[in-house]
Every structure is written in C-alpha cells, then in structure tokens.
C-alpha cells in the first residue's frame, strides 16, 4: 500500500516535524551495514542506534521546522524515514508536538501497490 496526502496540505518541505520531535527516532531497523555506511558518520549517533539527535533535530534536517526543510541524506536516508507518509500517524503526532495543524486535515489516500 502506499499512502499520498496532497502537497498543498502535508508539505514536507514546510514542516520537517517528523525530524525533530523526538531523540528516540528515526532510529535504524532494517538498514543493511551497506547502507548505513551511505550515511555520513557525522550524522550517525554515538551508540549507531540511528540518526544522531542534536540541537532539537536530526543531525541530518537541513532549514527552519514550519518554514522551510531539506534531508542532508535524503538519497541514503534510514528505512523509517521511508516509510513515514505525510498526513500517516507519526505525522499527526510530530506535527501536534510543535502546535502545526492535525485537526479536520484529510486522512491520506491509500493505493494498493
């Protein structure tokens, strides 16, 4: 399944909420050692448990929260982050957390893959 929620209501890229309301996430799951050797270590925590969490934020979340974000890894960026949808869930609370609207905001649309 994949779920979609229109740009003009869940932008990513004017929100970033997902990538700084919580130290415990994104945290690695599934990623090969392959892959998390794509990711600078720089932007890996200490313990390699995930993405390293400072300042408030991913070390990897570029820009202001509410304004205007960007992923430093985006092309390499952990499984979790992956599968995070704009408007799933995990959205609705990263978004509640910093005050954003979550409230009369459509369900996103889910296509069976």
């Given at each position: 399944m994949l779920e979609t929620s229109p740009p003009d209501i869940f932008d990513c890229q004017t929100c970033g909420a997902c990538c700084a309301y919580?130290?415990?996430?994104?945290?690695?799951?599934?990623?090969?050692d392959e892959e998390i050797a794509a990711i600078p270590e720089a932007m890996i925590?200490?313990?390699e448990s995930g993405m390293?969490?400072?300042?408030?934020?991913?070390?990897a979340l570029t820009g202001e929260v509410g304004k205007h974000v960007g992923c430093a890894v985006y092309l390499v960026r952990p499984h979790v982050c992956r599968t995070c949808m704009p408007g799933d869930e995990e959205c609705k609370i990263?978004?509640?957390?910093?005050?954003?609207?979550?409230?009369?905001l459509p369900e996103p649309d889910v296509y069976e893959a």
């Open positions: 919580s130290a415990d996430w994104p945290r690695f799951s599934m990623e090969s925590a200490k313990d390293k969490f400072e300042n408030g934020r991913c070390a990263a978004r509640a957390e910093f005050g954003f609207p979550v409230e009369g």
